[in-house]
């Protein structure tokens, strides 16, 4: 188990990871992305990602924020990459959405960054 410290660095890095998603691979459609970290994603799932009216819910298992570290961003990139695809009516994990987890796991993985675009800040 993590304590306090780590867990507070953990989602701090997560959610510098959300602001670079953000910037890197946002919805086409002008709706904002929301990320939680939740007890309320039902048991048999990782994280959900969900449509609103005027945004986008990703909803991250809290257990998996605090216990697997490494492994919440896969969630975090496979949930985004719905919120990315279905803009463009791709509602399963066909070619829309892997297009669409190529470019999230690109962000996650440093592949593309601030660095890339002039005057973008992040933090």
């Known amino acids: ?5 780590e867990r507070e660095d953990r989602r701090r890095k997560l959610f510098k990871t959300v602001r670079l998603l953000r910037v890197f691979a946002s919805p086409n ?4 992305v929301r990320v939680r970290i939740t007890n309320a994603v039902p048991d048999d799932r990782l994280g959900d990602c969900t449509q609103r009216k005027e945004h986008y819910l990703i909803r991250l ?3 998996v924020v605090e216990g697997s570290p ?3 961003y896969l969630v975090l990139a496979h949930e985004w990459a719905h919120a990315v695809a ?3 009516g791709a509602y399963d994990h066909g070619d829309g959405w892997g297009l669409a987890m190529a470019r999230c796991w690109r962000v996650i993985a440093g ?3 601030a660095g890339d675009l002039p005057n973008v800040r992040v933090d």
Do not use: F
């Not at 188990?1 to 410290?5: C, E, F, I, T, Y």
């Not at 459609?29 to 904002?32: L, M, Q, T």
């Open 111 to 113: 592949e593309i960054n």
């Open 86 to 88: 279905w803009e463009t």
């Open 61 to 63: 298992n809290k257990a």
């Open 29 to 32: 459609d002008g709706r904002a």
């Open 70 to 72: 490494d492994a919440v």
């Open 1 to 5: 188990m993590a304590r306090k410290g």
